[in-house]
């Protein structure tokens, strides 16, 4: 890997957690510089914030295609082009195929807002209050073919309060989000993170037997 490992980011919407790297990619101690941000909408919010940055985008609309593993082909050449160390999910709201996942398996990670393995998938912040929970947060995990399955690397928590309701409670996690990933992409970037052959995430030499936990900023 270079000085400075080349990242891609992939999004749908806002791009805050886009915004959060590009602010940590622009500091003089960053190990990663962002390469390429591509969206599958071309109204994506997060790709004025790539060109206010000066990062080159691509838009690859998902419609036109007849599969979902015919965009994961185009997407998959657009990446290859630009051989980015390691490809960050920011928001990117497409299930990705099996086979575009094992092409870039231990290089892609992805943000979660739940405490993983609990609430996989839409919804989080509702569902937590539902059930009562009294914390609730964000993972980082390596992407694998099972959706918000891979192995969690890092975990940012939140106390839940009694006047929450899902839009103040999401608001919460989400500056804990724009905390976390930067520094799990810092981690690969400096080779302090990988995935082992045993499907772990590994840091600093060891084996996560659980993922890292970080309590809310004050």
């Given amino acids: 890997m270079s000085a400075r490992a080349r990242l891609a980011v992939l999004i749908s919407g806002s791009g805050s957690n886009l915004q959060a790297l590009i602010d940590d990619s622009q500091r003089a101690d960053a190990p990663f510089e962002i390469g390429l941000v591509i969206s599958n909408r071309a109204d994506a919010a997060g790709l004025e914030r790539a060109g206010?940055?000066?990062?080159?985008?691509?838009?690859?609309?998902?419609?036109?295609?007849?599969?979902?593993?015919?965009?994961?082909?185009?997407?998959?050449?657009?990446?290859?082009?630009?051989?980015?160390?390691?490809?960050a999910l920011a928001g990117f709201m497409r299930i990705l195929t099996p086979g575009f996942v094992e092409q870039w398996q231990g290089r892609m990670l992805n943000i979660h807002p739940s405490l993983l393995p609990n609430y996989r998938g839409l919804h989080t912040h509702a569902r937590v209050l539902e059930a009562g929970d009294p914390w609730h947060g964000a993972t980082v995990h390596f992407v694998t073919a099972e959706l918000d399955g891979g192995p969690a690397i890092l975990q940012?928590?939140?106390?839940?309060?009694?006047?929450?309701?899902?839009?103040?409670?999401a608001a919460r996690v989400l500056a804990e989000e724009?905390?976390?990933y930067p520094l799990a992409v810092r981690w690969f970037a400096e080779g302090r993170l990988v995935l082992g052959s045993d499907h772990r995430a590994w840091f600093d030499e060891q084996p996560l037997s659980a993922p890292v936990i970080l309590d809310a900023s004050a």
């Fill in 52 to 87: 206010r940055a000066g990062i080159p985008t691509q838009t690859l609309s998902h419609r036109g295609f007849e599969t979902r593993a015919a965009y994961d082909t185009a997407l998959a050449e657009l990446l290859a082009a630009q051989a980015p160390d390691l490809i």
């Fill in 156 to 169: 940012a928590r939140v106390p839940v309060l009694a006047d929450d309701d899902p839009a103040r409670l």
């Fill in 178 to 180: 724009h905390r976390i």
